[in-house]
Each structure stands twice: as structure tokens, then as C-alpha cells.
């Protein structure tokens, strides 16, 4: 079966995030006083064929582990698992 795996990575708590300052900074510039903090990162959909919908979460987990997401720095989560037809 082919399935769609949504995974979000995004910065450790404490790690540097230029990226989220910026964003912040431009947020404020532009009037969204509101806005207290900004956290950037990155968002991937894999699809693959997998045998089962646990097949298809942990092999994204493992996937994400080695590749999509630096584990001394990042976390990662499997925000989606979609069965396609």
C-alpha cells in the first residue's frame, strides 16, 4: 500500500534560531505587536509503499532519525500518516 507521512522538524528548545529572530523582528517591523515569539523549521511529506499504516510511521521515524532532522540540534515529529488510493 502507498502511503503519505507528514513529518515536521523544527529547532531543539534553547538552540539558536536566526531564522524564527528574523521572522519576529519582521513581524514587529510590520505592526504584529502581538507576536511574542517565532520558531522556524521545516516540514517534509514522504510516500512510500509500506505494508501496513505502523510499517509506514516507523519507517518515517527511522527515516527521520538518520536524515531529515540532526538530532543534537533538531526534533522531529510524524504529524500524519495517510493511506493513498
Known amino acids: 500500500m502507498k ?4 513529518v515536521r522538524v523544527m529547532p531543539k528548545a534553547g538552540i539558536s534560531d536566526p531564522e524564527g529572530k528574523a521572522i519576529h523582528d519582521a ?3 510590520l505592526g504584529y505587536g502581538e507576536v511574542v515569539q517565532v520558531h522556524a523549521g521545516r516540514s517534509f511529506e514522504v510516500e512510500g ?9 516507523n519507517g ?5 532519525e538518520r ?4 538530532p543534537v540540534i533538531q526534533t522531529y515529529e510524524i504529524v500524519a500518516v495517510e493511506e493513498l488510493r
Open 3 to 6: 502511503y503519505r507521512i507528514s
Open 27 to 29: 513581524a514587529l517591523q
Open 49 to 57: 509503499e509500506y505494508d501496513s499504516r505502523d510499517a509506514a510511521e
Open 60 to 64: 518515517a521515524q527511522k527515516l527521520a
Open 67 to 70: 536524515l531529515l532532522a540532526n
